[in-house]
């Protein structure tokens, strides 16, 4: 059975799921649809249009899905949509989006979202990703499944990181991040691939390998970027795991991290 504290505030027009535990002083809005098994905590608050799936946590004085952060944004009725098993940490704070962007901030499944963490308005998360504390993502960024962002570190709005890309403490991205790639530095510059990340996932020796040989093709042959993505594509026939680095660069739009 949901297990409500008196003294929280919820609207006639939010829907809870008959298992949804709310703290004390938590307040839940108009237009908000939370999952199975959620846990919402003292003094959080979530604002709609909001949907969270099942199994989400939000922790004390955290904010969802509240007004994005735009001056253009007149009151428009945009959202922000959570998938499941999602970890919200105190003064987390995850806006709706816009309607001149997508109409909707995403949040995927199995991601963890540390104190004072913010995704601004139109950003796109995918899944099991780690924002550390103080992480600042602009609006309209995309972040591929299993990105770590270390602690106060940034994004500039627009901005992609691939999947499996691990940034370094204190960083600007200020440019496109390829999947599998470390980046660190003001601004943000390449260093290595996240090799002790792709183990810990259980990608084999050959594949870290081949991928290693890939950032050396993109990273370090001198070679003209159309001649390098030509050799990549080569290299991403007959290895599948190269195929989603490639496919990444064709589709950056703040050129990429040099």
Request: one cysteine or more; a neutral charge.
């Amino acid at each position: 059975m949901a297990r409500i504290d008196p003294r929280a505030v919820i609207s006639p027009k939010a829907q809870l799921a008959d298992d949804v535990e709310v703290g004390a002083f938590a307040v839940i809005g108009d237009n908000v649809v939370i999952g199975p098994r959620c846990w919402i905590g003292p003094h959080a608050v979530i604002n709609g249009p909001t949907s969270l799936g099942a199994d989400n946590r939000v922790f004390q004085f955290a904010s969802l899905g509240d007004a994005p952060q735009d001056k253009k944004y007149k009151g428009e009725p945009t959202r922000l949509e959570i998938g499941d098993r999602n970890i919200f940490r105190e003064y987390c704070t995850v806006n709706r989006g816009t309607v001149t962007g997508n109409g909707v901030t995403r949040v995927g499944d199995d991601n963890m979202l540390l104190a004072y963490t913010h995704v601004g308005h139109d950003c796109t998360l995918g899944n099991k990703i780690v924002l550390s504390n103080l992480v600042m993502l602009g609006g309209h960024v995309e972040l591929g499944d299993w990105v770590i962002m270390s602690g106060y570190a940034g994004a500039h709005q627009f901005s992609k990181i691939g999947a499996h890309a691990f940034i370094g403490n204190n960083t600007a991205v200020t440019r496109d991040v390829p999947p599998y790639v470390l980046a660190a530095g003001h601004p943000a510059e390449p260093r290595s691939i996240n090799s002790e990340g792709l183990k810990r996932r259980g990608f084999t020796t050959e594949q870290i390998r081949n991928i290693k040989n890939a950032y050396r093709v993109l990273y370090r042959s001198d070679l003209k970027l159309e001649d390098a993505v030509e050799k990549l594509q080569a290299m991403a026939a007959e290895h599948e795991e190269l195929r989603i680095f490639v496919d990444f660069i064709g589709k950056a739009t703040r050129s990429l991290v040099r």
